[in-house]
C-alpha cells in the first residue's frame, strides 16, 4: 500500500511539472491596413508561428519568453509623398491558436506611416495584449515596431512570454495520470486476489 501511495504521489507531481509548459502554435488573421491612395499603400502578410513553449519556473514563478516572425509588411511604392504617405493610419492583427486550445484575445492594434525625405515606412505598435485559455491560464504577445523601404517588405517579430499557467492538465497529462491509477488498480486487485481467507488457510 506505501508503494501505491508512492506511486500516486509521483503521479501527482509529473501532472503539477507538466502544467508549467504551455505550446504556443497559431498565425496572423484578420490583418486589416490601408489599400488605397491617399496614404501609404501597405501589403502584408501572415507568417504561421510555432510550436515552441513557454514555461514559468516552478520556484519563482518567472515567465519565459519567445520571439518569433508573425507577420511580413511593406510598400509596393517607391517614394514617399509629403501629403499623402506621411499620416499615420491604423493597422489591426488578429491571432488565431491550434495551441493552446481555447485562446481568447483582442486584435493587436498598431499605425503604419511614411517618413518623408529618407523614404521609409513605419508600423508602430500598441502595448501587448493578452490571451487567455484553458483555466486561469495566459500569455502576452507585444508586436515589435519595425522599419521597410520603398518598395520594400520587413518582418514584425512578436515576443510571446507567459503570464500564467492553465490549472487544467493537458491531454498527455491526463492519459499519463489515467494508465498510472489504471497500474495502481490492478496492482490492488492483484494482492486483493492474492490473499486467502482464513478458512482456505485451515
Given at each position: 500500500?506505501?508503494h501505491?501511495?508512492l506511486?500516486?504521489?509521483a503521479?501527482?507531481?509529473l ?11 497559431g498565425?496572423?488573421t484578420?490583418v486589416?491596413?490601408?489599400?488605397t491612395?491617399?496614404g501609404?499603400v ?6 504561421p ?5 513557454l ?7 518567472t ?6 516572425n508573425?507577420?511580413s509588411?511593406?510598400t509596393d511604392e517607391?517614394?514617399?509623398?509629403l501629403f ?7 493597422i489591426s492583427?488578429g491571432?488565431s491558436?491550434?495551441n493552446?486550445?481555447?485562446?481568447t484575445?483582442?486584435p493587436i ?7 518623408w525625405?529618407?523614404d521609409?515606412?513605419?508600423?508602430r505598435?500598441?502595448g501587448p ?6 483555466n486561469?491560464g495566459a500569455?502576452?504577445l507585444?508586436?515589435?515596431d519595425?522599419?521597410?523601404?520603398t518598395p ?5 517579430s512578436?515576443?510571446?512570454?507567459l ?14 495520470m ?7 488498480g490492478?496492482?490492488?486487485r492483484r494482492r ?5 481467507p482464513l478458512?482456505?488457510i485451515a
Amino acid at each position: 500500500m506505501k508503494h501505491l501511495l508512492l506511486s500516486a504521489a509521483a503521479l501527482l507531481s509529473l501532472s503539477t511539472a507538466s502544467q508549467a509548459t504551455t505550446t504556443i502554435e497559431g498565425g496572423a488573421t484578420d490583418v486589416t491596413f490601408n489599400t488605397t491612395d491617399p496614404g501609404l499603400v501597405i501589403t502584408a502578410n501572415p507568417i504561421p508561428f510555432g510550436p515552441f513553449n513557454l514555461d514559468l519556473d516552478p520556484g519563482t514563478l518567472t515567465p519565459s519568453s519567445f520571439t518569433t516572425n508573425v507577420l511580413s509588411i511593406g510598400t509596393d511604392e517607391t517614394t514617399i509623398n509629403l501629403f499623402e504617405d506621411t499620416n499615420s493610419l491604423p493597422i489591426s492583427v488578429g491571432f488565431s491558436f491550434t495551441n493552446p486550445f481555447g485562446t481568447t484575445g483582442d486584435p493587436i492594434t498598431g499605425e503604419t506611416f511614411g517618413v518623408w525625405l529618407i523614404d521609409i515606412g513605419v508600423v508602430r505598435w500598441d502595448g501587448p495584449a493578452t490571451f487567455n485559455f484553458g483555466n486561469g491560464g495566459a500569455f502576452s504577445l507585444a508586436l515589435n515596431d519595425t522599419f521597410f523601404g520603398t518598395p520594400g517588405t520587413t518582418n514584425v517579430s512578436g515576443t510571446f512570454a507567459l503570464i500564467s499557467e492553465s490549472a487544467v492538465p493537458e491531454p498527455g497529462t491526463w492519459a499519463m495520470m489515467l494508465m498510472g491509477f489504471g497500474a495502481a488498480g490492478f496492482a490492488m486487485r492483484r494482492r486483493r486476489s492474492s490473499v486467502r481467507p482464513l478458512a482456505q488457510i485451515a
